[in-house]
């Protein structure tokens, strides 16, 4: 899995981290915060605070969140995927990288699964700025895996399975569907550029997206995949037993739930 603590403002030692500070200090901060903004921020970025105009940034910051829901929830609602969720979606990147995770924990778990239902619908896989810009958001609310625990959120991994079919068919069948960003169709001008780089990325990508997402499959999930998968296993076939392992290795969730013991 991709080291997410190196390059990502999320991740910078003048973070407020609870891990940094004593409970009960990092407890009256947050019921402070609590009680200015009303509600819990998930994460704050320290450098606001140190502004010449410190004292505004909670307004700024409030209205501008408000401003991003109501706008990203619309572009869903009217399927206007380009421009319109790009967008908006860049706009909660542009939030994240000002003020953090500055939001509530509900707030934080709808935003998860809006972005899950973009990239998870049936026509999304054609587009790969969609996609990508789904995955980009996915991995910044998902890497701090202790703000978000099992019993908040749940996720489906069979949606997530299909994607991963529909993206690994075949390069040729794909390309002749597929929509692709400018910058990337000037690239094939050049002879020495080959779209399988494009297709390894959007892989990468997509098997760290379900990393991510795989403690928050549902409680029956291992039994699904175990009954879905296992009948599969024929040594004699190869192919497909070494294609029904990779499931496994990126499906199967590693942490002790009550399926834990079937495999």
């Not at 819990?40 to 970025?45: G, H, I, N, S």
């Not at 001008?189 to 959007?202: A, E, L, N, Q, R």
Request: charged residues 25%.
């Amino acid at each position: 899995m991709a080291d997410f603590e190196n390059n990502d403002p999320l991740f910078c030692s003048d973070c407020y981290d609870p891990f940094d500070e004593d409970e009960d200090v990092v407890e009256e901060r947050l019921r402070a915060r609590e009680a200015a903004l009303g509600f819990r921020p998930q994460t704050e970025l320290i450098f606001p605070s140190k502004f010449p105009y410190a004292n505004e940034i909670d307004t700024e910051s409030t209205a501008m969140w408000h401003d991003i829901k109501t706008n990203l929830g619309k572009t869903v609602l009217l399927s206007e995927l380009r421009p319109g969720f790009i967008v908006w979606k860049h706009r909660v990147q542009s939030y994240i990288e000002r003020y953090g995770l500055k939001f509530s924990k509900d707030d934080h778990v709808k935003l998860v699964e809006l972005f899950f239902s973009v990239m998870t619908m049936p026509d999304v896989a054609l587009d790969v700025m969609v996609l990508e810009e789904c995955f980009d958001g996915l991995t910044k609310l998902l890497s701090r895996r202790y703000l978000l625990k099992p019993e908040d959120l749940t996720l489906p991994w069979r949606p997530l399975f299909k994607l991963r079919q529909s993206l690994t068919k075949g390069v040729f069948v794909f390309l002749d569907m597929a929509r692709y960003p400018q910058y990337v169709l000037k690239k094939a001008h050049f002879p020495t550029f080959s779209f399988s780089c494009i297709f390894s990325t959007i892989e990468d990508n997509l098997k760290t997206v379900i990393q991510l997402c795989r403690p928050y499959f549902g409680a029956n999930a291992t039994k699904e995949m175990l009954e879905e998968w296992r009948p599969l296993i024929c040594p004699p076939d190869q192919v497909n037993t070494v294609r029904v392992m990779e499931n496994f290795e990126l499906f199967l969730p590693t942490y002790d739930n009550d399926d834990f013991n079937l495999w």
